[in-house]
């Protein structure tokens, strides 16, 4: 299969927005260590809160509360093509810290729309939601934060909640998840609950901007059950009278990405 950057990554340069459920981190990471490697230069931030990143993820970490302060800085890393942004450390002591999973709080749509304009990156890589580290999750009313520039928009699930009764335990935000699913907590999540999922304006691509590319990306395709899975998702998909993606990529976000299968979405009646 071709790498998932070829199909997210077509043009020159945007912004990717990734929300959902599990993998946003490592494939925002991903993307970007793809990216730096043929010389684009990338920003890697958060309208939410993400983990402080190890060094293999992001060799250099911006924090400061002025969008304006950070671009100062930027000028300054010439040697240094992928970086990582945010405006506040959420911890007292970030030596101590990072390696115990201290946190950094992100920036406003605003702010990121200042970073593009600036023209010191060639793409901002963005996460825009979070999901407590469960594969699977439906936005609250405030959720999620996507940039209005944002070019390319990636909803990410994890296969591994097929067949698992609806809980909090493996999707953040169950109740609200369950009635765009269909479903009652306890029952179990099938592939015609994940699609509905998709297909509700309130759900997986809720608040999407008009002018975004949207991909559905389906993580934890560890085995040929849970691909075929994706396949018969990835039909049904295609039923919706109105697109809902281009198309879904189901592959695994461990020790990089690895893609298994693309299925255009296309309508067919």
Not at 9 to 18: A, F, M, Q
Not at 60 to 82: A, F, G, M, R
Not at 198 to 221: E, S, V, W, Y
Request: with cysteine.
């Amino acid at each position: 299969m071709k790498p998932i950057e070829t199909t997210l990554l077509r043009e020159p340069r945007g912004v990717l927005s990734l929300t959902g459920g599990g993998g946003k981190t490592s494939l925002m990471f991903y993307l970007a260590q793809q990216l730096s490697r043929v010389g684009k230069r990338v920003l890697t931030t958060t309208t939410t809160k993400i983990f402080y990143p190890t060094a293999e993820q992001s060799e250099k970490v911006l924090v400061d509360s002025d969008p304006e302060s950070i671009l100062q800085q930027v000028t300054s890393q010439h040697h240094c093509n992928h970086i990582t942004a945010a405006s506040e450390l959420l911890a007292n002591d970030s030596k101590r810290l990072q390696a115990n999973g201290s946190k950094l709080k992100g920036f406003s749509s605003a702010a990121i729309d200042l970073f593009a304009k600036s023209g010191h990156f060639d793409w901002i890589i963005v996460e825009a939601d979070g999901s407590a580290r469960r594969p699977l999750k439906a936005p609250a009313e405030h959720e999620p934060v996507i940039p209005a520039n944002t070019t390319v928009l990636v909803a990410v699930a994890g296969l591994e909640v097929l067949g698992c009764p609806l809980s909090e335990d493996i999707v953040f935000r169950s109740e609200l998840a369950g009635a765009l699913m269909g479903i009652s907590t306890g029952e179990t999540i099938t592939e015609s609950a994940l699609v509905n999922l998709f297909n509700h304006p309130l759900g997986a691509f809720k608040d999407a901007p008009g002018q975004a590319h949207r991909f559905i990306f389906l993580n934890k395709a560890d085995d040929l059950k849970r691909r075929d899975a994706a396949a018969r998702i990835a039909a049904l998909l295609c039923h919706n009278p109105q697109t809902v993606a281009e198309s879904l990529l189901v592959g695994q976000a461990l020790n990089g990405i690895d893609i298994h299968a693309e299925y255009p979405l296309t309508h067919t009646p």
